[in-house]
Structures are given as structure tokens and as C-alpha cells.
């Protein structure tokens, strides 16, 4: 799960403040740049790895079907 300063920084994509107060707290705060980038580096590799997302996929397939032959 992402979590807003555990693993990603959210902002206001709209709000180009918002951005840049992120990138000057990310800046000038060396732990929480390394919490963020050890979170999402540890988030991508459990989750979005070609072998996880085949496995989505696969589940996905599986219950496509199994809906349409109970139908």
C-alpha cells in the first residue's frame, strides 16, 4: 500500500506549489528522502514486478472466466 510519507509524496499535481514545497522538503530532509526512496523501492519490487503483475493477470483471467461459466 502506498502511504504518504512512508514510500511516496503526494501532491496537488494542479498546484505547482505544492510540488515545489515537496522537492525543497525532500531537499532538505536527507532521512525522509531515504525512507521515501527505501519504501518505494521495496513497494515496486513487491508489487509491480513483471512477475507479480503476471500473476494479476492471471488471477484476473481466472475470474473472467469462472463469472461467464457460472452464467
Request: net charge positive; proline share 1%; glycine share 6%.
Amino acid at each position: 500500500k502506498l502511504n504518504n510519507g512512508e514510500n511516496i509524496v503526494l501532491v496537488d499535481s494542479r498546484n505547482p506549489q505544492s510540488i515545489a514545497d515537496a522537492i525543497v522538503r525532500l531537499l532538505k530532509d536527507e532521512n525522509l528522502r531515504n525512507k521515501i526512496g527505501t519504501g518505494g523501492r521495496r513497494f515496486v519490487l513487491d508489487h509491480l514486478s513483471w512477475e507479480n503483475i503476471a500473476k494479476q493477470m492471471e488471477a484476473l483471467y481466472e475470474n473472467i472466466l469462472k463469472e461467464r461459466s457460472s452464467s
